[in-house]
């Protein structure tokens, strides 16, 4: 009975923080649609205006990317559940704003950036927070639900905006604020919810606060046990060995040897994932559709293109991601997505989408190789990197490496969604060419820089990462050279 608590608590804890994924992702999805909305224009006046797109993109990106730093420091003092309440909060400021009938683009703007700061402190917080509370067992299973949450937030924002330009007249305003509006009801949630949870373990007992982090524990496994005591036990050692060796913390920590390579390892598999390109085919769905010849049926497309990314997350997440492993995962998801990047572009090439007329079978055979290209991406550089990243830093330093992290996929994020409408358009068949020199060029770095986690505690991670560089006195110096200088 205990485990079945404890896993329905964790289950539940995973799953309410993921619908932070979840808010990055409908944001991001909705603005697309509403922007094309008659409605939306009129109120806004933006006939015309074809900067407003990559404006409000653009916007929500900068934000997002500018609050993973205060998130470091913040998560770092206050913790984990009220990080991610205060991302709650300010998301559904900008909601409102957004929402409201200001009629100034200047005003919906300023409403973007501050969603923007909501949705950065989720997407810092929310990987970390599963990956301190996961049991090793199922930790790569909850720590994908970050990736599962996302892409049905974007399969969703797709149905919606659909349904309000069909069924909403485009004489009113509410065609474009119901899409704006259904997101308080997610960012409602998230902050609620974690009113019924508990603050992370390992953030707990590295204040010392250890009464709480061994209740906190109890709860989260469902039962007081001798297995559970002696897991807090080896979480509280590895924490006390941690400020032992690197006491009196500091920057510095970041860039030792055996830091580094994973600091630098995390940064480069966040610039994979935009690399594989699947970013900027959210983003951009409809206009990908139209490029490869889905003609007048281009949100229907999107739509659909929605569910297959989450059914396969939802398969992945429930059956493969602790058969596969995280480097299995990434090497043979970029093999199989660049491999399919290169039949849509040959496709393209060879038999040139008509703007007009019924939907050629090239461009249906086009069609259904990006919904196979999205489902291996949400089988692999979609879930993986957040839950890899999370749960290879020590506790020590895990909020500055993961805010390091995240603010560089912002970074890439903001960089590919500026890139990809033009490469589109100037480019054509040969953007799918180049995303397919991207992924196969991702098989051969997974292969030789990516270490497997499956089944290992995070206190195991420096012995894997020791191994992997190979300098573990280099390292005790080092680290005593820190210490020395900060007594």
Same mark, same amino acid.
């Given at each position: ?79 984990? %559940? ?18 409201? @009938? ?36 199922? %930790? ?40 704006? *509006? ?7 949630? #998230?902050?609620? *919810? ?22 906190? #524990?109890?709860?989260?496994? *469902? ?16 924490? %006390? ?64 293109? *929605? ?10 997440? #429930? ?34 989408? $008509?703007?007009?007329? @019924? ?34 830093? @020590?506790? =020590? ?58 089944? =290992? ?21 080092? $680290? ?8």
């Amino acid at each position: 009975m205990g485990v079945l608590l404890g896993t329905f608590r964790v289950s539940y804890l995973s799953a309410l923080a993921c619908i932070g994924s979840f808010l990055f992702a409908y944001d991001t999805g909705i603005i697309g649609g509403i922007l094309t909305l008659p409605s939306f224009s009129n109120d806004f006046d933006t006939h015309g205006n074809t900067s407003v797109a990559s404006n409000s993109t653009s916007l929500l990106q900068a934000g997002a990317f500018f609050a993973c730093f205060f998130t470091w420091p913040f998560t770092a003092r206050f913790g984990r %559940r009220l990080s991610i309440m205060l991302a709650s909060l300010v998301f559904c400021i900008g909601a409102v704003i957004q929402v409201a @009938p200001t009629h100034s683009i200047g005003a919906f703007y300023a409403a973007r950036v501050i969603s923007g700061v909501g949705v950065g402190v989720a997407t810092v917080i929310v990987p970390m927070y599963t990956a301190e509370m996961a049991p090793k067992e199922i %930790r790569g299973k909850l720590g994908s639900l970050f990736q599962f949450f996302f892409t049905l937030g974007v399969m969703t924002s797709y149905w919606v905006d659909y349904g309000v330009s069909k069924h909403i007249p485009g004489t009113t305003s509410r065609q474009w604020q119901i899409p704006v *509006g259904l997101q308080l009801v997610p960012g409602g949630i #998230l902050g609620l *919810g974690m009113l019924l949870t508990k603050e992370s373990v390992r953030w707990l007992a590295t204040k010392k606060r250890d009464e709480e982090a061994l209740a906190s #524990l109890i709860w989260v496994r *469902g039962e007081d046990t001798p297995a559970v005591r002696q897991e807090y036990e080896e979480i509280v050692a590895s924490i %006390r060995e941690e400020e032992r060796i690197t006491e009196g913390y500091s920057l510095k920590e970041l860039w030792l040897p055996i830091n580094r390579f994973r600091v630098g390892l995390i940064i480069a598999i966040q610039i994979g994932v935009q690399l594989t390109g699947n970013t900027s085919l959210a983003y951009y769905a409809p206009q990908v559709f139209t490029a490869i010849g889905a003609g007048s049926n281009t949100l229907f497309f999107a739509g659909f293109f *929605g569910i297959a990314k989450v059914v396969a997350c939802g398969i992945f997440v #429930l059956f493969l991601i602790e058969r596969v492993g995280r480097r299995g995962a990434l090497v043979y998801g970029a093999a199989v997505m660049g491999a399919l990047m290169l039949i849509v572009g040959v496709i393209v090439a060879t038999n040139a989408p $008509k703007a007009d007329g @019924p939907i050629q079978s090239t461009s249906i055979a086009a069609v259904i190789m990006i919904y196979l290209e999205a489902m291996a991406y949400n089988m692999s550089w979609g879930p993986v990197p957040w839950l890899y990243m999370a749960e290879i830093m @020590p506790s =020590r330093i895990r909020e500055g490496a993961v805010a390091i992290g995240t603010a560089t996929q912002w970074l890439f994020n903001f960089a590919f969604s500026q890139v990809t409408p033009h490469a589109v358009e100037n480019l054509g068949w040969r953007t799918f060419l180049m995303f397919c020199i991207f992924n196969w060029a991702l098989v051969v770095f997974a292969f030789f820089f990516v270490k497997e986690t499956k089944g =290992r505690s995070l206190e195991d991670m420096d012995i894997l990462f020791i191994k992997k560089i190979g300098q573990v006195n280099s390292i005790d110096n080092e $680290k005593a050279t820190v210490t020395h200088e900060h007594v």
